[in-house]
């Protein structure tokens, strides 16, 4: 058993026709539950909810409260190579995209980590295209070690690999992983993937799993909003965290809504998902599921960030870079960024504007001993 | 007539620490490390609890551990741990780096509700008592692990009144009453107060003390509820040494007619 056959479970499911059949009674019952099922989650995700996004908003920010308090935890990313042999037509690191390739020696990598410590940030998110080949498991190892010395939470955002590879990478301190399917969409998947090994759905899909059993004690996963049909994505995105709270309760579950933003090579996106829809989205995972953790990306811009503070956000990334070597050996112009960083202030900034909203930015929240 | 409990020593001890407030804080969830020292003094507590995984000695902004005033003792807690002996691995850096003997152990393998491991937190008390730590176990209440927790050598019992976070009270209040009749340790009640009325209650059961964090942190007002939780904890406290009436499921009146037989 594992998230794959529920997905295809659902496959002849109509969820456009079960999404405009809800009604507002069915929203406001749902609402005035404790415990919400997955029933109610539809409700929530329903365009008739959008009547409701206000006490909504108040029960998510109450019990995001509840269970979090009022702090916001702060990381930053770290990307250490651009090399990919993937074509995802949506992503600037696409491999049909020309540009100068780069990947940082160990000896640069500490340099980057350095410059990201001495902004007091703790908590680090290594990220790399896909290209075993440049960045084979050895070099990952390696980086994790170097990076210890510097962060006291490693999350990775690599290639998917297998439970072993994830084993060695545990054992040298990253306790934490993000792998976001793109689309829970199969046919858009496909199309969006059409060669190299992301191509393969199931495989992709089942990496959550395979890191819960390698030993690592937080997942981060979601769709990418643009690809498939946003209430869709939102739905098997939330039904799969909840899959992975119910599996592997040892593990911290968070969910991310990256939304597609201009790099070189870049397709329009299919889907644009609205601020509106942003935020229900977000409310309804809140209501969903208590203690999930919400990470909120530079990809938003700064104004938005300074609202979803208050909406039941957990973690916010800060002072991000998104090119290979911009914290300490390139500037902004050299690098070929795989996404546009759209909130660019610094993490001094933007800590303060978490402590003015009443929140207390936290750098440092987790110890692996 | 002067009460009879003012004449006693209510004086609580952990191991052979002696604590006059048994109203215990946490330093979790607040919106600024400011607001702590202003808590701490409205509430008078003496024990405040720190998540040793929040503690940076190297931080650029001003570390949690340097809110909290020198008069109050500081319980670093093992959250994170998700076996014993993480749980010990995180003890002993807490006192390498300086946060004391006291520990309160929280082992905790699940993370949809937050509950502890009992069996983890009873080995990781084992170990840590014989290492000479003041061990302060956080458990699901549970009679055998209670007497367990005491023969392993543990300061105190830390039952939850409900998941932590939840505000919920005393859920767990008729295991808890269990506890209390049978441990001869100090039993805390910790998580899931969320009201200064539930504290009190916690209290009037019989309970040593209350352990407080969300309610407080969380609160529009921290210091106001602080000082709120300290008044209950006291009520209730007097209440519990005034041995106050039990409730009866049946009527009794106060001049039994047969009274006169037994005079």
């Known amino acids: 058993m594992s998230f794959m056959s529920r997905i295809l479970e659902l496959e002849s499911f109509d969820f456009d026709g079960h999404f405009q059949e809800v009604t507002s009674a069915d929203v406001e019952n749902s609402l005035r539950k404790d415990e919400l ?47 990919c042999s993937n074509a995802c037509v949506y992503c600037g690191f696409n491999c049909g995209v020309q540009f100068p390739r780069t990947k940082l020696t160990i000896e640069e990598i500490e340099r980057e980590a350095a410059a990201i410590a001495a902004t007091g940030m703790r908590h680090i998110l290594i990220l790399t295209g896909e290209a075993p080949a440049q960045t084979p498991i050895s070099y990952l190892e390696e980086a994790v070690t170097v990076m210890k010395k510097y962060f006291s939470s490693i999350a990775l955002e690599i290639f998917p690999m297998d439970e072993e590879e994830y084993r060695v990478l545990c054992k040298a301190g990253a306790d934490s992983l993000t792998v976001y399917q793109e689309t829970y969409d199969r046919e858009v998947y496909k ?21 819960a059993r ?43 809504l990256p939304r597609m933003t201009k790099a070189k090579g870049i397709i329009e996106p299919k889907n644009i998902l609205s601020d509106i829809d942003f935020v229900q989205f977000m409310l309804a995972w809140r ?19 300074d609202r979803l503070v208050h909406l039941g956000a957990t973690r916010f990334s ?46 440092k929240d987790w110890e692996l001993v | 007539m002067m009460s009879t409990i003012q004449t006693q020593d209510d004086t609580l001890y952990f191991g052979d620490v002696a604590f006059s407030s048994r109203l215990l804080t946490g330093t979790g969830k607040f919106a600024s490390g400011d607001i702590i020292a202003p808590m701490l003094a409205a509430s008078g507590s003496e024990l405040i609890t720190v998540a040793l995984r929040r503690v940076d000695p190297n931080a650029k902004e001003k570390d949690i551990l340097q809110y909290i005033p020198k008069s109050v003792r500081i319980l670093p807690n093992t959250s994170g741990a998700r076996t014993a002996e993480e749980a010990v691995r995180i003890a002993r850096i807490a006192r390498e780096a300086g946060c004391g003997d006291f520990i309160k152990i929280e082992v905790i393998t699940d993370m949809k509700y937050l509950l502890p491991d009992n069996a983890g937190t009873l080995r990781a008390t084992e170990i840590l008592a014989k290492e000479g730590f003041i061990v302060l176990p956080y458990m699901m209440p549970d009679i055998t692990v209670t007497k367990q927790l005491h023969d392993a050598g543990a300061a105190a019992i830390m039952p939850l009144g409900a998941p932590i976070g939840t505000n919920r009270g005393l859920e767990m209040k008729p ?68 041995q106050l009436a039990e409730e009866k499921e049946y009527a009794e009146a106060s001049s039994p007619l047969t009274g006169f037989l037994r005079s």
């Open chain 1, 37 to 83: 099922r997955e029933q109610d989650l539809f409700n929530l995700l329903s365009k008739t909810a959008q009547d409701y996004l206000e006490p909504m908003a108040r029960k998510a920010q109450k019990l995001t409260r509840q269970h979090f308090g009022n702090i916001i935890s702060l990381y930053a990313p770290l990307y250490i190579s651009d090399y």
């Open chain 1, 191 to 211: 199309e969006m993937h059409p060669r190299g090994r992301k191509a393969d759905y199931e495989y992709r899909l089942l990496t959550p799993e395979r890191g």
């Open chain 1, 214 to 256: 390698a030993g690592f004690r937080a997942l981060n996963i979601g769709a990418l909003f643009g690809l498939g049909e946003p209430r869709k994505e939102a739905c098997l995105a939330a039904l799969h965290a909840h899959y992975l709270e119910q599996e592997f309760p040892d593990v911290e579950i968070s969910l991310s």
């Open chain 1, 287 to 305: 209501l969903f599921m208590p203690r999930l953790g919400i990470t909120i990306s530079t990809r938003e811009s700064a104004e938005f960030r």
């Open chain 1, 318 to 363: 800060s002072g991000s870079k998104t090119g290979v070597g911009e914290y300490s050996l390139k500037n902004h112009h050299d690098a070929t960024v795989q996404f546009e960083v759209t909130d660019d202030r610094s993490v001094d900034e933007v800590a303060d504007m978490i402590r003015q909203s009443g929140y207390q930015p936290v750098f």
């Open chain 2, 175 to 242: 295991m808890i009453k269990r506890i209390i009749e049978i441990s001869k340790l100090p039993v805390v009640v910790d998580a899931g107060i969320g009201r200064p009325s539930q504290a009190a209650e916690a209290m009037e059961m019989g309970a040593d003390a209350v352990l407080v964090n969300t309610a407080i942190a969380t609160s529009h007002d921290p210091v106001a509820a602080g000082k709120a939780f300290a008044l209950a904890v006291q009520a209730g406290r007097m209440a519990y040494l005034a």
